[in-house]
Structures are given as C-alpha cells and as structure tokens.
C-alpha cells in the first residue's frame, strides 16, 4: 500500500531557485495538504485542498504556490526559495465529508535546504 | 496566535513514571486528534475525541477531551522508552487541520 508518496526526499537548492515538491496519495482522499515543520514550532499549514479545482491558503502561504488538478496530485511550487523556507515538508491526505477532516495520513517528509 | 497551545513543550522521564499532556484553546472545536512523530517519520493518529468530556484510553494512554470541547489531555501510565517521542494535538477550527507546536517526551531506562 503506498498511501501518500512524497518527492524528492532530499533537496538542496541555491536562493533564488525554484523547484516543485511533489505529493501524491493513492487512497481517494479529497483533502490534501502541505505541512512545513521547523524546531519548536510544531507542523504548521501551507496551503490545503478540499477536492479538485480547489485550494486554499493555511497559516503560512506566502513564497508558495499549489494546484489541484486530479484527486491524486497536490504538487507545493517554491516561487524563489530563500533560505527561511529551509524546513521539512510534509504532504498529507484526508477523507472529508461534510466539512469534517478525519485523520490525516502522511508522506515521510522532504527535507530541504536552501542556501 | 497560536490557536492550539500545548505544554510543557519538552519532558524527559524515566522509565515508570506517570505524566501529562496539555492541549489548550480559546476556541471551540468539534473534535481534537491527538498524532505522535517518531524523528524521520510523518505523525502517526492516536485518537480523536469528539465528545466533550470524553475519555478514550489506548493501552496505557488516557486521552480526554474537555467538557467545553477547548481542551484535551493526554495521561502516560508507567512511560516505557518506546513511549519517546514528538506529541501533537490538532484541531479543525474551519476547514484545515492546525496543530499545535508539540510536546518532545524523552524515556529514560
């Protein structure tokens, strides 16, 4: 079972650079999520997706964007990194019925760094 | 603002002792989850509470979720090394789940 698959795994990227994280989940969910975690600060939300078609920003969107095109894909674009954005990365999905979001299951990160 | 605010933010224990996670808010919620990370992994879900004044107990965790449905707790009886790690509780204010910043527990032998 792949559940959600996350790459890369490891990314070292120059200022000024773009790249995108990929996220992919096989399970039908139609929430999905990206998550960055930095010491001490728990996992804090970059930017959701309700179903296909459909995103929104979380608490810290800024220097990110995202797209839903099919249920499965939900890629995070980094415009022009900058070394504040040198974090780990989670993706996760979710079933949702009614504005209810059940228990979120997670990629196993990308670390990436930003020099 | 942190709408989810856990404390203490680190405790390290040993082996056999008792101890207690918190999870406050000023907001409501409909239900709280409780995830714990081991270092190198995504959360892994450990329950959801739903009901105010609900208690849920896995193995030797107790998990309760406040009468106004603001706060929650989590109780370890006798931590066990396996016990080490990162402990999150989030919520769904809205739409998306938000979480709180975690609580590192380190079990000692």
């Known amino acids: 079972n792949a559940g959600v698959t996350q790459t890369p795994k490891f990314q070292v990227l120059k200022t000024g650079q773009s790249m995108t994280l990929q996220c992919a989940q096989d399970?039908?969910?139609?929430?999905m999520s990206w998550y960055r975690q930095d010491p001490g600060m728990g996992l804090r939300l970059i930017h959701y997706?309700?179903?296909?078609?459909?995103?929104d920003q979380g608490e810290v969107p800024n220097g990110y964007n995202v797209s839903r095109s099919t249920t499965e894909d939900f890629p995070l674009r980094l415009l022009s990194a900058a070394p504040s954005q040198t974090s780990v990365y989670f993706c996760a999905s979710s079933y949702a019925t009614g504005g209810y979001t059940g228990e979120l299951f997670f990629g196993e990160g990308s670390r990436l760094t930003v020099l | 603002t942190q709408l989810l605010e856990q404390s203490p933010q680190f405790l390290s224990i040993q082996e056999g002792e008792n101890l207690t996670v918190y999870c406050n808010s000023s907001?409501?919620?409909?239900?709280l989850q409780w995830y714990r990370q081991e270092p190198g992994e995504g959360p892994v879900l450990l329950v959801t509470v739903v009901t105010g004044g609900e208690v849920k107990k896995l193995k030797r965790l107790t998990f309760q979720f406040g009468d106004a449905r603001k706060d929650s707790s989590l109780h370890i009886t006798a931590a066990q090394p396996g016990d080490t790690g990162l402990y999150l509780c989030a919520g769904v204010p809205g739409t998306a789940l938000i979480f709180g910043k975690g609580t590192t527990l380190s079990v000692s032998s």
């Open positions: 997706s309700v179903g296909a078609g459909i995103t």
């Open positions: 399970m039908n969910h139609e929430y």
């Open positions: 907001s409501v919620f409909s239900s």
